[in-house]
Structure formats: C-alpha cells, structure tokens
C-alpha cells in the first residue's frame, strides 16, 4: 500500500496533479490552499475525504484536490452528498457550492439537507455573481446590481444565507472571507468539529464580474470598522479601538459606542447557542450603518441524520432479527404444489 | 326453507369484478378474495384499477373503484376479458361496469345504496334494478345493509360502521358462490382490527352473513367449483408486481454483496416501492425519502459512488425531473436501478392508470448520447426476474438501468412459485482495492466496464463528474477525438450486453402467417390471444422482448420468419418505431390508450385485421 498514513499527512497530499484553472486573481485560490492546509490537519485518513460540488466555478474545487471526489449537476451536490454520508458513514464529505448553485438552482436541496443535519460540512463560495455563465446577477446580489442580465439594476431582493441556513434548521452557520485566512482556516476546522450539517459562507472576490463586492469588508483601512468578529463568550465589540458594540434595544441590536452612549456591561456577549441571538447577527447582512457579522453566527448539537437511521437499522435488526430472504418471501399465505 | 340442497357446478374459469364506491372496500374486498383463491390452488391474475383522488365525490361515476380478478383450473395470464360476475355496490358502479357483463352474467347489487340521489348521481333515470335494463342478467338485488344490521343488532354500532361491513357481506356471498373457506378472511380481520375486537366481529358477522345468504335463500340456483389448476412442483405464494420487484432489488443486493440504497419520492403507482422496502431495515436496507425527485436519484448516485447497489423508482412524470441525472450517472458510468412504474401521459396525466408510453423517453430522454439499458417486465410475478436482471446488468456493466414496469403490472397479484436464494446465480462487481494509482475510466475487455473504487479505500482518491474525461487518465478532457471515442465507448458498452442475454426464442409456429411482438404488460393478452389463434388452426406465434436495449441478438433474423409483424402497444407505435427503424420491416401496430390493459379479443381481432377470420 502506497497511502500515507493520516499522521503524515501534509498539504502537498492533497493537492492534484491538475492545473487549476480559475482566472488569476480569483479569491477561489486563497480558499483552496486553506481547505490543503486544514485537511492534512484534522486527523483523518486521507482517503475518508469525499468533496462533491455542482456547477459553477467555485464547482471545479474537486478537481483540484487530491481526495474523493465528485463534480456533479447543477445545484444538486448536496443531495449527491447526503447519499454518499447515508451510505458511507465514515467518510467526512465536503460540498463546495456557489451562490448561484446552492441558493438558486439548488435551494430546495439546500434547506433539506440542513433540515436533515446529515454530518457533511457545506462551503458556499459567495461572490455575489455568476461567473462561470459570464456575469449575470445571482441571488445574493445586491438590490440595484448591474450586470448582464439586469442592464438597469437588479429588482430581486437578495437571499441573506445565513439566514435562509438558520430558518431551514442548520445547526453551525458560520460567515469567513476568502482574504481572512487564519480565521478562515479556524472556521474549517470549526465546522469540521461540528457533528451535523455546517454551513459556512465564505465571501469570496470575483475580481472579472463584481470586483470589489466585499471591498468594504476586506479593504485594510475599513474592516476594523466594517468586521464584527463573533468569539464564543467575548463581548461583540468592533472598530479599530474596539470602542463599538452591539447591545440590544427595543428588542433590536443597536451600535452603541462604548463610553458615549453606552457601557460595556452593556454590549451583548456572543452566545453561539442563543437562537435569537443568532437571527439578529444574521439579519446583520449588508445592512447600512451596521459591520457584518464574520465567525460562527448559531451552533446547536443534536443528533445527525445518519447516526438516527443507523440507530433504526440497529434497533429493527434487535427486534426482528437479522433479515433472511428466503424467509421473507415465505412469509404469508404459502402453499404446496 | 326446506333443506338447502346445494347445486354445485364446475367450471374452468370465472371473472369477477368487484365495483362500488371508493369508501366501499372494493379493493380490500377483492384481494381478500385473491388470497383465498391463491391458497385454494387456482391460477389468477388481478387487475385493480381505482380514481387517483383517494375520495371521490360519493356515489359518482369518477369514483368508482373496482377489483376484477379472473381464475381458473389452467394457466391464465390475464385478468379476462368479460365478467361473469359484476358485483355493483352502488348505481355508478353499475352505470360504468355493465358493458363489461357477460350476456346472461350475474349481478349482485346492494339496493340499499339505489337511492334516488346516488342514481341521479350516475345518470340513472329510473331504477335499473326495477325496470328492464337488465334484463337478460341474473340479478340478485339484495338489501346488503339492512341485513348486516340485523346481523349486528345487539353490538349498538353506528350506522356508519355498519355500512362499512357491507363489503365484507359482498364478499361472504362470494365466497358462497364460489365454494372459498372464510378461514382466511377470518383470520386477516383479526389481525387487522386486533386493537378494535367490536370491528373483528362485525365484519365477521357480516361475512358469515353474506356467505349464509347464499346457502339459505333460493335466489341463487347453483354454485361453482373452479377445481385447482396444474402448477409445476413447488411452494407458491401471491405477489403483486412492485412487491416482486422490491425483492428481486434485494435479491440482487444479497447477490452482489452491495448494500440496497433507494432513493425515493412518493408518486403513484411507484410509492409502495418505497414503503415495501423502507420496511426491511432489518435486512440493512437503506431508503431515502428525498425531498424531490431529483434529489432522489441524486442520493442514489451519490451512494453508488460509494459502493452501494443503488436504486430509485419513479413514474413517467419522474424521469423527466430525473433525466440530467441519469446523463449524469451515464457519464460517471454508475450502477444504479431507475424503476419506471408507468402510468398514463403526457403531464401528470391519469397517474392510477396503465399505459405504456415512456418506451422512447427511457431510451433517448436525456441530452447528449446518453445509451442506458432498457429492461421491461411482463407480469407481477416477471417483477422479480426483471428486477435482478435490472440490477445485474448495472453491476456487471457499471451503467444505469432502467427497469420498465407499469401500473397494471404493479397492481396486479398472481401466483408465485417462490425461488430459493441459493438457486440465484452470483453477481460480480468490478470493486477495486489494490491501493495503486487508481483510473476510474479503465476497463475490462469482457463488459468494457470501468473499475469501481470506493471512497474509503486507501490509495484510490480519483474524480468523476459530469464534464467529459480522458478515456485513460480519468482527467477533464476537452480533445475532440477523446469525446467520440468515449462516446462509442459508452455505447459500444451498452450494445455487449447482449452478448449476456438469451436469445428470443417465439411461442407457437416457427414460421408462418404472423407473428405477435410485444413487449411490458401486454404479455398475458397477447399469449392468450395467440393461444387461442394457434387452436383456430392460424399461422401465428408471440415473442415477448424484456430487453429493450439492446435487443436480443436474433431478434431480426427472428423477425424474417413471419410474413406479418403485429406490435400491440399501450402508447402510438414507440416499439413499432424502434423494430421498423432497425430492421426496416413493414411491422404493423395495434394501439391503445385507454388506461387499461389490452383485452384478449382486442389482440385475437387485431391478429384477424392483418390475416383474415
């Protein structure tokens, strides 16, 4: 056997022989040496690695890894992928959507697999913008985006992911940014560790169809102002010298500054497991005079799809028996000739 | 009453057809009489046929439900053409059933339910069974109700519950009728209503009513005997078409040592696939109710990839949603199983009846060249054998197939000589585990099937997806003469199949005036059809194809032998389509799209059509 054994493992392993072929410049790359680097990582055998993707150019990720994998159908990776976990517990299975793929062709598919919570980690590539198909607007596209296909502005409100994983029943709704690379590399670990459907938005810059969508965010001089970096039992403070925060009034989140119109007692403490908590961080999303929420939004434990109907399986084999088919087809009303 | 002196005739074969309203029980009532008549050793065939709208407006002609099963102390391989009994529970029962009645058939009505609304409702203007409509039948009018009433008088149940029971009298008499034992009826209610002893009793009651109606009153002259037909050797049990076809699935998974993953959305007639196979867990059976069907054959092919035998099944409506999957699964060289239990089209159509119009959409409805095998099963019981072979050739060829059936054979029950699991062969799958670098485009020179490898096995991390791939590295491939020859490839796969199939070999003359070929559900019609041309002294024989693709390797030198070709088909000529294509021969076509199956004399005068009386 050729393998290298899990301990060994090192980035190199999983790259592919492939030459990658997304434009120069494309925020794809950065997430893929994350995904090389994080893998190596996290203590599984190298061949337990499954990513499935669909359509699109975030889709192409697959080929580019040295693991399973599977470049399917438009929309659709996330049900290929839930049959693979059901019928290979074992493996850790990684879908790479975009926001075309997963919020557009393939949403239906989207809030089931996260209504479901199978144990497969999904990483949504959101650059705002078809790109494969040469600059349409998407789903997540601002009101008012010009492209292709809306010369005069885009009509569509946007979807707000975050949001649509938390209303589908996702249990890890986290938010990166393909420029943010440790953090980025924390949060895939993160969701890694995370038994149940993760759902990780990772902004991501389309430099060729909507450069700069995420500017304000990335943009040194504006992300401490613009980055409201969520951390497990820190107070949800921002800003260059940490002097903003969130605190709630009237029942909604507010940006107090702290020692002007507020004290930091009274700034909200990042509960990831506090539901409400994580409906208004996520309602955060593109929201004028507001930062944007980056860093795990909800987390919940409960038990994943697979782990139940294998737990069924189990419980019908105690009951009944394993089955026998020469039996089953004997069962019943039989007579001899 | 002086003693009841029983006239018992014998006869070969009867058709009876139970029909009332959908709340009736007709279906209930008509495979209780299945199984009985099953376990008292006659051959059968059942062909159930109900509204898709589970109730119906009562008492009007749309929801009418009927059960109709023919049986017989021969071989038979179809329901019947015309009833000997029309049992009618309700006025429009009778309005759409009576064409079917036999001259000189008997009729047992329920006069309770000839209200002046339910015959308004049919279209009745006077009462059929008081004026001389019918005329010519026996009839036997009989107040079910008010007699199931009395039989339960004492237990102070609703009138409700009581009228429920009727079809449970309905069925006594026929048992009478027809010398069956209530045993087993009797012992299917107690199972069934365990929890409710009140509802055990009054259909009990109700039965035995019914049964001792027969006996005791002089409406009824004599009563058959159907002696039990000649069986070959062997234990035998009923079955219905998508039961058979489950277990062949499971059959085949034991075969093969590949785990069963069905991925399925419900849709009628394929839905008790998924409910009969969710309810093996106990044989590690993994079911998947998706959210759409797309997402279920997506979960197949995901579990495929992974190594197990995958299965979906659908109706027509559902391949179309399924169809850049199955592309998908062409491409990526997959085995799964794709059930098409069809029904009538185009759209959502008439979804709980028979048609046969999906041939050419499971042969070419996909983008691109996209060749899957085709297998189609010709009776309930063919079911099983379809089923294994379906699944065989997906692991054997590393292809999706797909597996015609449609909702005549899914509905319908016959007798089944129960196989043995070791008497099945093996399957063999292409899996590899050898842990060196792995070509998943790599073939065998038997089948040109590619190599399986699993994710979970070390040193076979490879890519498959649907952009076109180097027929030797695996890898995306954009060259022209690389596609054209994975294309062929693909085909060429496809088209080896037939080196694993039998030839077609027809029943009845070798040569001659005409031969029959059909294909699907309209096997039992056709061969009965055929039979009785061959004792009229007629040139004429019957060859049924379950390979659709690829054809059996003879079938054209077969097809040479017979002056006439005649395909009856439930669609507008999609066989005839395909044999005058391939084998440029002046095939003819005999054609309906009724809903129903093809009676006997439809084929017998389709066969006259082309060669006279």
Redesign the interface.
């Given at each position: 056997m050729s393998q290298v054994s899990e301990s060994t493992l090192t980035r190199k392993d999983f790259i592919s022989d492939q030459d990658v072929r997304w434009c120069p410049g494309c925020g794809d790359y950065a997430i893929l040496a994350q995904v090389q680097k994080v893998f190596p990582e996290l203590g599984i055998p190298k061949e337990n690695f499954l990513i499935v993707s669909g359509i699109g150019c975030s889709s192409r990720f697959p080929y580019y890894m040295d693991t399973f994998g599977f470049h399917s159908i438009h929309g659709r990776a996330t049900a290929l992928a839930t049959g693979a976990k059901m019928a290979n517990p074992d493996l850790s299975v990684w879908v790479v959507t975009g926001d075309g793929d997963a919020m557009s062709i393939g949403g239906n598919h989207f809030i089931h697999i996260l209504r479901r919570n199978l144990d497969i980690n999904i990483l949504l590539f959101n650059n705002e913008v078809y790109g494969l198909t040469k600059g349409q607007y998407s789903p997540t596209s601002s009101q008012g985006h010009i492209s292709k296909s809306t010369p005069l502005g885009s009509v569509d409100y946007p979807f707000n992911p975050p949001q649509l994983a938390l209303g589908a029943g996702g249990t890890f709704i986290a938010r990166g940014i393909d420029r943010e690379l440790k953090h980025l590399n924390q949060l895939l670990k993160e969701a890694h560790n995370h038994s149940g459907t993760s759902f990780l938005e990772i902004y991501q810059n389309c430099w060729v169809y909507n450069d700069g969508a995420f500017s304000n965010l990335t943009e040194k001089e504006l992300k401490m102002e613009t980055q409201l970096i969520l951390e497990q039992g820190m107070p949800m403070v921002f800003g260059k010298d940490k002097d903003k925060g969130m605190r709630l009034a009237k029942g909604n989140l507010e940006v107090g500054t702290i020692g002007k119109d507020c004290k930091m007692e009274d700034i909200l403490v990042h509960d990831e497991k506090n539901k409400i908590h994580g409906l208004m961080l996520s309602e955060l999303t593109h929201k004028d005079g507001f930062p944007t929420p980056i860093g795990i939004i909800y987390r919940e434990e409960k038990p994943p799809y697979e782990e139940l109907l294998l737990n069924q399986i189990q419980k019908a084999i105690q009951i009944q028996g394993e089955g026998n088919l020469d039996s089953l087809f004997q069962n019943g009303h039989t007579w001899k000739v | 009453m002086s003693e009841n002196i029983k006239k018992i005739k014998e006869v070969e074969k009867v058709v009876i057809r139970f029909a009332g309203d959908s709340g009736d029980g007709m279906q209930l009532t008509g495979s209780q009489f299945t199984?009985t008549t099953?376990?008292m050793?006659n051959d059968l065939a059942t062909f159930p046929d109900f509204p898709a709208e589970i109730r119906a407006p009562a008492g009007s002609l749309a929801g009418v439900s009927s059960f109709q099963i023919q049986f017989s102390s021969d071989i038979i391989q179809t329901p019947g053409d015309d009833l000997d009994v029309l049992v009618a529970m309700n006025p429009a029962a009778l309005k759409t059933n009576l064409q079917d009645l036999k001259q000189s058939g008997i009729i047992i009505a329920n006069k309770a339910n000839y209200s002046k609304k339910n015959l308004k409702l049919a279209g009745w203007e006077t009462n059929p069974l008081e004026d001389d409509t019918l005329t010519g039948y026996q009839l036997i009018a009989l107040d079910m109700t008010k007699i199931v009433s009395h039989a339960v008088e004492d237990m102070n149940l609703t009138s409700k519950t009581v009228s429920r029971s009727t079809n449970m009298f309905a069925l006594g008499l026929m048992f009478w009728l027809y010398d069956r034992s209530m045993d087993?009826t009797i012992s299917f209610l107690n199972k069934k209503f365990a929890k409710r002893p009140e509802l055990v009793e009054s259909n009990i009651r109700a039965l035995k009513a019914g049964y001792h109606y027969g006996d005791t009153v002089e409406a009824i002259q004599s009563s058959y005997k159907v002696p039990k037909a000649k069986?070959?050797?062997?234990?035998?049990?009923?079955i219905m078409g998508n039961q058979a076809v489950c277990?062949g699935l499971?059959?085949a998974s034991?075969k093969s040592k590949c785990?069963l993953?069905y991925?399925g959305y419900p849709i009628t007639p394929a839905s008790d696939i998924l409910h009969i196979l969710s309810n093996?867990?106990?044989?590690?059976v993994?079911t998947?109710q998706?959210?759409?069907e797309?997402?279920a054959i997506?979960?197949?092919?995901?579990?495929?990839?992974?190594?197990?035998l995958?299965i979906t099944a659908t109706s027509g409506p559902g391949i179309a949603l399924k169809s850049?999957?199955m592309g998908?699964a062409v491409v990526?060289e997959l085995p799964l199983v794709i059930v098409n239990v069809q029904r009538g089209g185009p759209s959502t159509g008439m979804p709980t009846k028979t048609e046969q119009a999906d041939l050419l959409q499971a042969l070419f409805g996909r983008n691109g060249e996209a060749p899957i095998p085709v297998i189609a099963a010709s009776t309930p019981v063919d079911c099983f054998n379809a089923a294994f072979e379906s699944a065989r050739i997906a692991m054997e060829y590393m292809t999706p197939v797909v597996l015609l059936s449609d909702a005549y054979v899914a509905n319908g029950s016959e007798p089944w000589l129960?196989?043995?699991?070791e008497d099945l062969p093996e399957i063999k799958t292409h899996i590899k585990k050898d842990?060196?670098k792995f070509q998943p485009f790599k073939r065998n020179e038997e089948q040109l099937a590619r190599d399986w490898g699993?994710?979970?096995?070390?040193?076979?991390?490879?890519?498959?997806?649907?952009?076109e791939k180097d027929e030797h590295t695996g890898?995306?491939s954009y060259d022209p003469l690389n596609h054209h020859r994975m294309t062929e490839l693909r085909y060429e796969k496809i088209n080896k199949i037939a080196d694993s199939i039998p030839e077609i070999v027809p029943h009845g003359a070798k040569t001659g005036d005409i031969l029959v070929l059909g294909w699907g559900s309209t096997y039992g019609a056709i061969r009965t059809a055929v039979n009785e041309a061959i004792k009229d002294g007629k040139s004429v024989a019957h060859a049924h194809l379950s390979y659709l693709n690829p054809f059996p390797k003879n079938l054209g030198e077969i097809l040479l032998k017979y002056r006439n070709i005649l395909i009856p088909e439930m669609n507008f000529g999609q066989l005839l389509m395909l044999i005058r294509n391939k084998y440029l021969i002046n095939a003819k076509g005999l054609n309906k799209v009724h809903g129903k199956p093809f009676t006997v004399s439809e084929i017998y005068s389709g066969i006259n059509d082309i060669i006279g009386d």
């Open positions: - | 199984e099953a376990v050793g087993s069986f070959e050797r062997g234990l035998y049990r009923n277990y499971m059959a034991q785990r993953f991925g093996h867990k106990n044989f590690k993994k998947f998706a959210e759409d797309i997402a997506m979960s197949v092919i995901g579990a495929a990839y992974c190594g197990s995958g850049e999957a998908l990526t129960i196989p043995s699991m842990g060196t699993l994710p979970g096995t070390p040193g076979m991390e490879h890519r498959v997806g649907g952009l890898n995306v």
